[in-house]
């Protein structure tokens, strides 16, 4: 069994490569998707959880993530991540143990790869600012990503509640002919920027609908559950909604709320991942069009993860 850690993780799946590992495999069946949370207050005003991710590819891969997400991790500048985690990859045909893998690293590179690829179908080919909401250890991973599949990037914007950790990831991301600026004023910086990505732990709407201009593409990934949500209702009933998963999308507050409260209903939601990678439903349909993804993560995306690290480790 290998041990992958997260120095490897990160070498071997650059995100081109792995954007396009996830357009092939979102092709592919998921034959079983479970999951497990744990929730401990422990008197704190955001509780700590504990999740278990499985997902099954039959005679493909089996694996599972263990993970831990501490929100009050965000409050300490030296302290560690929000969220970490551990990764277990097994043979599907024989139910070997493959790859123990750095989770947290991994989980930092498919939530980025995720979103890339909604960017893919969904941002205006000639984007040239990114708007990133969130200045977490997800926010530098996003930010590339994003820049990989839209090379038209040429301005960065950065906002974060707590303006100094902004102007600190501002400072210490480096991309070529690209400007990254920290920035205070949100809604000015929202009515500037084609594309929005926002990875917040934030329980009440940071993005208001009245704020997007036309031709936005607007990526919500920190919204993991019910209690959680990073735009109002406004900005889901302007925009046309995806997702990258039905199933793991509706447990997440950004599409849960609205359709709770009929704000959409299902069939507003016009496709997934997994209709947009095999061809049955499209894309952007106009530069004009304001267009939302809400990342709800996932076990088939870590499986998906794990099998393009395991098969690029393994490669002489």
């Known amino acids: 069994m290998l041990f992958i850690d997260a120095e490897r993780v990160h070498a071997l799946l ?65 302290g560690p991540p929000s969220v970490q985690a551990v990764y277990v990859l097994f043979d ?3 139910g070997r143990p493959l790859a123990c893998v750095d989770g947290t690293a991994l989980t930092h590179r498919k939530t980025a790869a995720d979103s890339a690829l909604g960017t893919r179908f969904l941002a205006r080919e000639d984007t040239s600012t990114l708007l990133m909401v969130g200045a977490g250890a997800m926010a530098p991973h996003l930010v590339r990503a994003h820049c990989a599949v839209r090379p038209s990037i040429r301005r960065v914007l950065i906002w974060n509640r707590t303006p100094a950790r902004a102007a600190a990831l501002a400072n210490s991301l480096n991309l070529d002919n690209i400007e990254i600026t920290p920035t205070r004023e949100l809604a000015e910086s929202v009515r500037a920027a084609d594309l929005i990505s926002c990875a917040t732990m934030s329980t009440s709407p940071l993005i208001e609908g009245g704020w997007l201009q036309p031709g936005t593409h607007l990526d919500l990934v920190g919204g993991f559950n019910r209690s959680t949500r990073e735009a109002d209702d406004a900005a889901v009933r302007k925009a046309v909604v995806y997702v990258d998963a039905r199933d793991t999308a509706s447990h997440c507050g950004d599409i849960a709320a609205p359709l709770e409260a009929s704000i959409i ?52």
């Open 92 to 94: 599907g045909v024989d």
């Open 14 to 78: 650059d995100y081109p490569s792995l954007v396009d590992a996830f357009g092939e495999y979102h092709r592919q069946e998921i034959d079983a998707l479970d999951e497990l949370l744990l929730s401990q207050p422990e008197g704190a005003e955001r509780p700590a959880h504990f999740f278990i991710r499985a997902a099954w590819q039959r005679r493909r891969a089996v694996g599972a993530k263990l993970i831990t997400i501490f929100p009050d991790n965000a409050t300490e500048a030296a």
């Open 265 to 316: 209903a299902d069939d507003d939601i016009v496709a997934d991942l997994f209709q947009l990678c095999r061809g049955e439903r499209e894309g952007r349909a106009h530069s004009g069009e304001i267009t939302l993804f809400k990342n709800g993560g996932g076990g088939h995306l870590d499986l998906m993860a794990a099998r393009f690290l395991y098969a690029r480790a393994i490669t002489p």
